[in-house]
Each structure stands twice: as structure tokens, then as C-alpha cells.
């Protein structure tokens, strides 16, 4: 604890606990956006090897409830369900990364957050745009390209739920499908951060303390999601979806 409060104030870890609440709550109720939350407040007063450090345990931990709430078979059948578009992904994710530093990352961000941000507008102004149905092709195309981004910029999390969201998928099984693809990026993220030396003896307890915050939030956001229907948890899925998209555009315009 002495260490940790080396590296930041209890003014600062205080404010860092309440964004991890706040992450935690969003990610509860729509499935998504913590690592984008937790990042854009942390980064307001933190270094940003400590921001990033900070988020990975909470991102790793509340993924993985996500993904199991309804239980392992559930996550199991989710797994089959989207395979192809998990080992297309992968696979991409993959190849990708290690062309991270010979694409500008400024475009690639513009690239990602345009198109969110547009589809997240017109489906909010009314304009449905939907895929009749899950085909092979359709999730090889998607998490291809989830993939290929994720790998450059570490986001993948816009795009895949774009592709769930013209799916029309239900709720319950959307929170679930985003747990599971977004915990085995986790998974991914912590290893490279051991790595990289930003998860390292200093920076670990810090993130171990952001889980007690991102859990209660994601219980919090837990006790929302199961009280709103399926049209409602749409239109904030959209909402979150809309402001993930402007925050990818922001950063691309002010790099």
C-alpha cells in the first residue's frame, strides 16, 4: 500500500476508484466501453503507463463474470455459436499486430470511429440498418476487420458490437458473446503488458484495488440491464456506442 500511494495521492485514488465505478456500472448494463472509460478518466490525472496498468485486472476479472453469469455452458454455446468470427478475429488480431508500427495509428483510429459513429446516428435518428441473419461470411467479414483493428490500435470493441447490434441480437445473449470475445482479448492484454513492463510489481496493486470498484459497478449495472427490455437496452447501447465512436474520433484528430 505504501508503494502504491508512492505513485499516486489518496485524492487521486479516490477519484480513481469512483471512474472504476462508473466503468464498471456502463459495462453492466450495456456489455462494453470500460477499457474506454477507465482510460479517457484515469489519464486526466494519471501517467498513461499507470492508466493503462490500472485497467487491465478490472477489464480481465468483470469480463469474465460477464461472460459466465448465465453459467459455462451458456459461454460454451455462445463460443460455438460465434466461432467463426472468433478464430477469424484472432487469427487477424494476430497477423496485425505485428504491422503496429508501420500503420499511423491517427488514421486508423479516424477509420474506426467514423463509421461507428454514423452507424450509431442513424440507427438513433431511426434509420435501421440490420443483417437478415448470421452467416459465415458475414462474421469472417466482421471479425476480420474487428481483428485487423484491434491488432493496431487495441480497439475491437465498436465494431463487434455494431455487428451484434444489426444482428438484433437478444440482450442477455449480446452481454454474454461480448464477455467472452472481450475476455480472451483481456487475457491477451495482460500478458503483453508483463511483457511491455507497464503490469509490473509496482503498477499491480493498484489495478488489483480498481477491481473492488469495477465489480460493484458491474453489479450496479447488472440489476439495470435485467430491469429494461430489449428496445430500451438497445437505444443505450447505441447511446455508449455513439460517444465510444466520437471518443476514437477525438483521438484521431488530436494526435
Known amino acids: 500500500m505504501t508503494a502504491l500511494f508512492s505513485l499516486l495521492s489518496p485524492s487521486e485514488a479516490a477519484a480513481a476508484f469512483g471512474i472504476a465505478l462508473l466503468a464498471g456500472a456502463v459495462k453492466g448494463l450495456v456489455g462494453f ?20 496498468a490500472g485497467l487491465i485486472l478490472p477489464t480481465l476479472v468483470t469480463n469474465g463474470m460477464q461472460a459466465l453469469r448465465q453459467g459455462p455452458a451458456a459461454a460454451v454455446a455462445s463460443i460455438r455459436k460465434f466461432r467463426v468470427f472468433l478464430m477469424i478475429g484472432l487469427i487477424c488480431l494476430l497477423l496485425s499486430a505485428q504491422s503496429v508500427r508501420l500503420l499511423p495509428q ?71 458473446v461480448q464477455g467472452v470475445i472481450y475476455g480472451l482479448g483481456a487475457v491477451a492484454l495482460l500478458f503483453a503488458h508483463i511483457g511491455s513492463g507497464v503490469m509490473r510489481a509496482e503498477t499491480a496493486p493498484f489495478s488489483l484495488l480498481l477491481i473492488v470498484p469495477a465489480v460493484a459497478g458491474m453489479w450496479i449495472g447488472g440489476q439495470l440491464h435485467d430491469r429494461i427490455d430489449q428496445v430500451l437496452f438497445r437505444r443505450a447501447t447505441l447511446l455508449v456506442l455513439l460517444l465510444a465512436g466520437l471518443n476514437l474520433l477525438r483521438r484521431g484528430l488530436l494526435m
Open 106 to 176: 491517427q488514421a486508423l483510429l479516424l477509420v474506426i470511429g467514423l463509421p461507428v459513429t454514423v452507424f450509431a446516428v442513424m440507427q438513433l435518428m431511426g434509420k435501421t440498418f440490420s443483417i437478415a441473419g448470421q452467416t459465415r461470411r458475414s462474421e469472417a467479414a466482421v471479425g476480420g476487420v474487428a481483428g485487423l483493428i484491434g491488432g493496431v490500435s487495441g480497439v475491437w470493441g465498436p465494431p463487434t458490437v455494431a455487428y451484434l447490434t444489426a444482428l438484433g441480437t437478444e440482450k442477455t445473449e449480446q452481454i454474454r
Open 33 to 52: 466501453a470500460m477499457p474506454m472509460i477507465l482510460i479517457s478518466g484515469l489519464s486526466l490525472f494519471l501517467a498513461p503507463d499507470l492508466a493503462l
